[in-house]
């Protein structure tokens, strides 16, 4: 975990100079930190804000907090100015550019910076395309820079920018070496000597190569070396050394080797010149699978199905920039639009999770027995980042599945394909639910011991809510129907232990164990009632009535022993009157339609809410005065008073434009303080997106 420290040094002075604001604008709010380059677990590149930080005053971090620098110079008729990153060079001076704005989208972060005579913009796009799974695995990420002359002159303007090879590990230690490749495109590569497929070291994959490119042509020159060497050729001479060679191949850190990119963009007037650059990491084999009998399968991104070679996929990727910023333009405004019918707030809230909710999960195929891949055999994984690594756990899928049901409903059957592909190979040994595919992402090596975190109510319900979900929003029965047995296994767990639900674990496990937790027997009535309609679906209209009638039955007498004594709400856990929480598990009732709780519940609920709620929102239950931002929302969509719904929303708001933290959208933190308790940059907030869908 992160310290929860602003800046180092002098920073925290000018921090307290300009509390809550920053000499530039945000718009709509300035976040904890901006997703500059977030594609994917390992592609995760950020801008830590506090009270706000401009894009060349600090080193971009990987979600984590690891520095990965990433810097940019423009020289402005032989003026230089810095618009990217903290570099010092020694022996070669320069000014920093002045950020005059800051903009996020739900895929973009823009920055405006005035350089001398031009303003510069510098537009982060991580593209999120959830229909075409080519493009959505690639797994790089654009920087696009655009400069036009402010003073009415045109002006000689040459772009510099390189990545470090920081970027390469979560050890700076670690050998690296390297290429240039000079076709259609300009593309510097490296990697570690000694890779380790499927490892990490501080949630860094230790394998795969990192490439920074740009398309080949005149006034474009690349080199690599030493960070002064490099990024001083280029100060003193407005473009980089073709012949100096650094063969040297050494340590990250030893003389930190750069790989640089720069491009002449000749004379610029009014009208905007601009280059593109793609970082990205390429990892093969991505993710390893158990199968049946307990072999290990080596999984591949989808995009290998259609290139076959990293460099084509990168030329690829350069010449769609045009076609994927239409693309994103259009999400962006499609988002903007269904978000800002709630609010304003809630379409900041909901722009600022999509890529951090995305870049969580890969797109897989495998290779058929002859060699060729197999797009047949789609699997989506995910990396439970920061909380522990986990792959595929259940409730964190769950919690984030919103999103798919909002982007597109197949990519969430998708990430239940692997668990429940395990599950029926008959290698787990409970009959509830598994809590997850893996211990560490990206090895989704199963639990056959059976000894995985259990969370068996939890879990089970989960699975049976997002499989009617998925299959209600595909139109297709054929992913419930191929597992139905293992649903109704889950179903006969449910009936035996979701009404009086024994001792265990919820999602919430950092608030820790309990007996008898009103919210978790929600679920798992639920779950019943699902398993209900997912048999109605294939036919079956016998089990459809029995488990309806036994749903029915279980929420009658869930009302008796769940509610309060001592005040109008239910409780946290049977018998303990002046408990309470946040029954967000009603969500599902309410998106799927099924009205199995009486409207009385909700009523009572939302009466409730409006007296416990403090300036940061209301507390997740009575053991703690922290909360959760995914579930804030959830239940911000139970609530049957809109004004309560934009609390819950605006309280949301205030949390994260506070100017208090400084990680990736924390979706645990404190009601009253309004500081991050934990957890950062994790997929939950795809559940930010369920007012999206009621
Ligand atoms: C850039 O020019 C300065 C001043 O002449 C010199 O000290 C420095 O070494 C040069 N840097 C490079 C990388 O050539
Ligand atoms: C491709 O994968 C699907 C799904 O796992 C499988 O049913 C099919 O047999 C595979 N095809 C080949 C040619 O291996
Ligand atoms: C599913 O069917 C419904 C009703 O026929 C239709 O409105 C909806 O667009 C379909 N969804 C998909 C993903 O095909
Ligand atoms: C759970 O609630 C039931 C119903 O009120 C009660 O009989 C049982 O003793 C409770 N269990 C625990 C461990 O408190
Ligand atoms: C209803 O389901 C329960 C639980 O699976 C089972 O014990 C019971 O026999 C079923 N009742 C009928 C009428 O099928």
């Not at 593209?127 to 655009?146: C, L």
């Not at 993710?287 to 199905?305: C, E, H, M, P, T």
């Not at 856990?573 to 309470?580: I, K, R």
Request: aromatic share 12%; net charge negative.
């Amino acid at each position: 975990m992160r310290s929860l420290t602003l800046c180092t040094g002098l920073g925290l002075f000018a921090v307290q100079a300009v509390v809550g604001a920053t000499s530039w604008t945000n718009t709509p709010f300035n976040p904890p930190s901006i997703p500059l380059a977030v594609r994917t677990p390992y592609l995760s590149t950020w801008l830590p804000q506090g009270q706000g930080v401009a894009l060349n005053s600090e080193w971009a971090t990987h979600w984590g907090g690891q520095t990965t620098a990433w810097t940019g110079f423009v020289k402005v008729d032989d003026e230089s100015y810095s618009y990217l990153g903290a570099a010092s060079v020694a022996g070669s001076s320069f000014t920093q550019a002045t950020q005059k704005s800051m903009t996020f989208t739900s895929t973009q972060s823009i920055f405006v910076l005035s350089a001398g005579p031009v303003d510069v913009t510098v537009t982060f796009l991580s593209p999120v395309d959830a229909t075409d799974f080519v493009r959505q695995s690639i797994p790089m990420s654009y920087m696009h820079v655009s400069v036009a002359s402010t003073d009415g002159a045109t002006h000689s303007v040459q772009v510099y920018s390189d990545i470090s090879g920081e970027w390469a590990s979560g050890s700076d230690s670690w050998d690296i070496e390297w290429s240039t490749t000079a076709t259609d495109i300009l593309s510097h590569q490296y990697t570690l000597v000694s890779p380790a497929v499927y490892e990490e070291i501080s949630d860094r994959a230790q394998y795969g190569n990192w490439y920074y490119s740009m398309l080949n042509g005149a006034g474009a020159t690349a080199q690599i070396g030493r960070d002064i060497t490099v990024r001083g050729g280029f100060l003193n001479n407005s473009v980089l050394s073709t012949t100096a060679k650094d063969n040297n191949f050494r340590a990250i850190s030893d003389s930190w080797p750069v790989f640089g990119l720069a491009k002449d963009l000749g004379k610029v007037g009014s009208t905007a010149a601009s280059v593109t650059f793609a970082v990205g990491h390429i990892r093969d084999p991505a993710i390893k699978y158990v199968l049946a009998g307990n072999a290990k399968q080596a999984r591949s991104l989808y995009f290998w199905s259609k290139y076959s070679t990293a460099n084509q996929v990168i030329s690829f990727f350069l010449n769609d920039y045009n076609t994927a910023l239409a693309t994103a333009n259009a999400l962006d405004k499609q988002v903007q639009t269904d978000a800002t019918k709630i609010s304003d707030d809630y379409a900041g809230i909901v722009a600022l999770s999509i890529r951090q909710a995305m870049a969580a999960n890969e797109i897989t195929i495998s290779k058929n027995a002859f060699g060729a891949w197999n797009t047949s055999d789609v699997m989506y994984f995910m990396k439970e980042i920061s909380s522990d690594g986990n792959v595929n756990t259940v409730d964190v899928v769950f919690p984030a599945h919103p999103i798919f049901l909002y982007l597109n409903p197949k990519l969430g059957e998708y990430l239940l394909e692997p668990l429940y592909r395990y599950q029926a190979s008959g290698l787990y040994p409970n009959k509830w639910s598994v809590h997850d595919m893996g211990a560490h992402y990206p090895k989704a090596d199963g639990h056959n011991d059976g000894t995985d975190e259990a969370m068996p109510v939890e879990e089970s319900g989960n699975m049976l809510i997002m499989a009617l979900s998925f299959a209600r929003a595909t139109n297709d029965t054929t992913q419930i129907k191929r597992y139905e047995s293992l649903l109704d296994q889950w179903t006969q767990y449910l009936i035996e232990d979701s009404l009086i639900p024994a001792f265990q674990l919820s999602t919430d496990d950092f608030a820790g164990q309990l007996a008898n937790q009103t919210n978790l027997a929600i679920k798992g009535i639920i779950g019943i009632r699902c398993m209900a309609e997912i048999s109605k679906l294939l036919g079956n209209t016998a089990k459809y009535t029995n488990y309806s009638s036994i749903a029915a039955d279980y929420v009658t007498k869930w009302q008796v022993y769940s509610a309060s004594k001592t005040g109008a709400h239910l409780t946290l856990d049977y018998n303990d009157d002046a408990s309470w929480g946040l029954a967000y598990n009603l969500y599902s009732d309410v998106r799927l339609g099924l009205k199995l709780f009486p409207q009385s519940v909700y009523d009572e609920q939302t009466a409730w809410y409006k007296t416990v709620i403090n300036q940061y929102g209301v507390p997740l239950d009575t053991r703690h005065t922290y909360t959760k931002s995914d579930w804030s929302v959830w239940t911000s969509a139970i609530v049957t008073d809109t004004g309560l719904r934009d609390q819950f929303i605006s309280t949301l708001t205030a949390y994260v434009s506070n100017g208090l933290n400084n990680v990736p959208f924390s979706d645990l933190f404190d009601t009253i303080s309004g500081k991050t308790a934990g957890f950062q940059a994790r997929p939950v907030v795809g559940g930010h997106l369920a007012l999206l869908l009621v």
